[in-house]
C-alpha cells in the first residue's frame, strides 16, 4: 500500500544524513505523504498511543534504518521487507501494514497536527 510513499519519502528526505534523528526533518517530510497516510498514522496511534512521539517515532525508524549506509529509500524498502519477514506488522482498518509503514503514516499524522 505504501511502497510509493516509501520511495517518495526517502527521494525527498533532506540531503542530512542524521535522518531520521532529526524530528524537524522527518515531520516535515512525512507530512507531504498527504492525508490518507495522516489518516493512517492517527489510526495506529490511537491503537499504539505510546508512540505518539515523533522524537519517538524517529529512534524507533532509526533502528532499522543506517543513514550513513547510503540510499534511504532502499533502507526503508528492505526495513519494511524485514518488518514482514519477523512478523512486525499492525492491521489499521483491515490493512496489514509493517511497523515501519505504520510509524511514517503516524509521523505525517504528528507533522499536521503541529502545523
Do not use: H
Not at 525527498?12 to 526533518?25: E, G, N, V
Not at 522527518?26 to 492517527?42: F, M, N, S, Y
Request: proline share 3%; charged share 25%; net charge negative.
Amino acid at each position: 500500500m505504501l511502497a510509493g510513499a516509501l520511495a517518495f519519502l526517502g527521494a525527498t528526505a533532506a540531503p542530512d544524513r542524521s535522518w531520521p534523528k532529526d524530528t524537524t526533518a522527518v515531520a516535515e517530510t512525512a507530512a507531504r505523504l498527504g492525508a490518507d497516510a495522516a489518516v493512517v498514522g492517527r489510526r495506529y496511534l490511537e491503537s499504539n498511543a505510546c508512540e505518539a512521539g515523533r522524537e519517538l517515532l524517529a529512534d524507533l525508524l532509526a533502528e532499522n534504518l543506517d543513514p550513513s549506509a547510503g540510499d534511504l529509500t532502499k533502507q526503508m524498502m528492505v526495513a519494511v521487507r524485514n518488518d514482514f519477514r519477523l512478523g512486525r506488522t499492525v492491521t489499521v482498518d483491515g490493512w496489514v501494514l509493517s511497523r515501519t509503514e505504520a510509524r511514517i503514516c503516524a509521523i505525517a499524522y504528528l507533522a499536521g497536527q503541529a502545523a
